[in-house]
T-cell receptor
Framework: DSGVTQTPKHLITATGQRVTLRCSPR?????VYWYQQSLDQGLQFLIQ???????AKGNILERFSAQQFPDLHSELNLSSLELGDSALYFC??????????????FGEGSRLTVL | GEDVEQSLFLSVREGDSSVINCTYTDSSSTYLYWYKQEPGAGLQLLTY?????DMKQDQRLTVLLNKKDKHLSLRIADTQTGDSAIYFC?????????FGAGTTVTVRA
């Protein structure tokens, strides 16, 4: 158990819909990272937050947004869903926020299926 | 991870050694990592190497780093069925870990 909790574990929805994925980092970790894992794209970095502030942005679509709340949990919002958004979405946390991330601790992921 | 490349599949006989190779692009990466993903689970750190090292050994795991060629390898000695998983190499750059596509290791009896 990494200490990172993601909900929901599985989600099935239709195209055009909007979903929210939630992540609780390990106790004491200030950084949260979101990754998308799909068969054709591998593990793609989406976005990082450190202590409530956006720190780095990767291949995140404009239809997607995220935030980190004062209690350090984070939410990833996916809107106007398309079939290609079906993937496993991972949240990871680390105590650091610098350019050198150190070890990331991953949750078990939220599997999104868009029909 | 478009900047980190690794072969996609490896099949190895139980008891043999497995070698997983990776090339990366960011020469400023201070650490390079190997993560393991078992079926239905998240990624878990397996081992890492500091960029000023050439080799690191940790029980059955040996990491080799060739900075000149930006090549990283992971050797698993005496591969067991429990080693069947996806192995990702990763480099640190710009506040994130960039991962390769992952090598699926299948251990056959």
């Amino acid at each position: 158990d990494s200490g990172v909790t993601q909900t929901p574990k599985h989600l099935i929805t239709a195209t055009g819909q909007r979903v929210t994925l939630r992540c609780s980092p390990r106790s004491g970790d200030l950084s949260v990272y979101w990754y998308q894992q799909s068969l054709d794209q591998g593990l793609q970095f989406l976005i990082q937050y450190y202590n409530g502030e956006e720190r780095a942005k990767g291949n995140i679509l404009e239809r997607f947004s995220a935030q980190q709340f004062p209690d350090l949990h984070s939410e990833l919002n996916l809107s106007s869903l398309e079939l290609g958004d079906s993937a496993l979405y991972f949240c990871a946390s680390s105590p650091r926020g610098g350019a050198n991330t150190g070890e990331l601790f991953f949750g078990e992921g939220s599997r999104l299926t868009v029909l | 991870g478009e900047d980190v490349e690794q072969s996609l599949f490896l099949s190895v006989r139980e008891g043999d050694s497995s070698v997983i190779n990776c090339t990366y692009t960011d020469s400023s990466s201070t650490y390079l990592y190997w993560y393991k993903q078992e079926p239905g689970a998240g990624l878990q750190l397996l081992t890492y190497i500091f960029s000023n090292m050439d080799m690191k050994q940790d029980q059955r795991l040996t990491v080799l780093l060739n900075k000149k060629d930006k090549h990283l390898s992971l050797r698993i000695a005496d591969t067991q069925t429990g080693d069947s998983a996806i192995y990702f190499c990763a480099e640190t750059s710009d506040y994130k870990l960039s991962f390769g596509a992952g090598t699926t290791v299948t251990v056959r009896a």
